[in-house]
């Protein structure tokens, strides 16, 4: 009875934290005398969560004018994946507001 020829592999990406986008991953098997195949696997991680953001409260002032400006604290964002997430607004803080009916920010 022959022995069993040891084969080993090594893999080409020892992490198994990725991060979003595509990796390639290489696996290399090498026996005892030399030779070598390989094959690559391709790991692409989808960022699917969106950011969460957390707005202040109403505001509400008081005018004799015609238009008042408002102010209020600024809203926050945050994601999963991203550090640097990008915050619009529809009227910045500070902004004058006809009298009237209210008005959203977004």
């Known amino acids: 009875m022959t022995a069993s020829p040891t084969?080993?592999?090594?893999?080409?990406?020892a992490s198994a934290v990725f991060a979003i986008g595509?990796?390639?991953v290489t696996y290399t098997a090498?026996?005892?005398?030399?030779?070598?195949?390989?094959c690559t696997v391709s790991v692409t991680v989808h960022d699917n969560e969106a950011p969460t953001v957390t707005c202040p409260g109403n505001v509400a002032v008081?005018?004799?004018?015609?238009?008042?400006?408002?102010?209020?604290?600024?809203?926050?964002a945050n994601d999963n994946a991203d550090t640097s997430v990008a915050l619009s607004y529809s009227?910045?803080?500070g902004s004058s507001?006809?009298?009237?009916?209210?008005?959203?920010v977004r």
């Open 97 to 104: 507001f006809a009298v009237g009916l209210p008005t959203t």
């Open 7 to 13: 084969v080993t592999t090594d893999a080409g990406q």
């Open 22 to 24: 595509s990796t390639d």
């Open 91 to 93: 009227q910045a803080s």
């Open 62 to 76: 008081s005018t004799s004018g015609a238009t008042q400006a408002a102010s209020w604290s600024p809203a926050t």
């Open 30 to 38: 090498r026996d005892a005398a030399g030779n070598t195949d390989s």
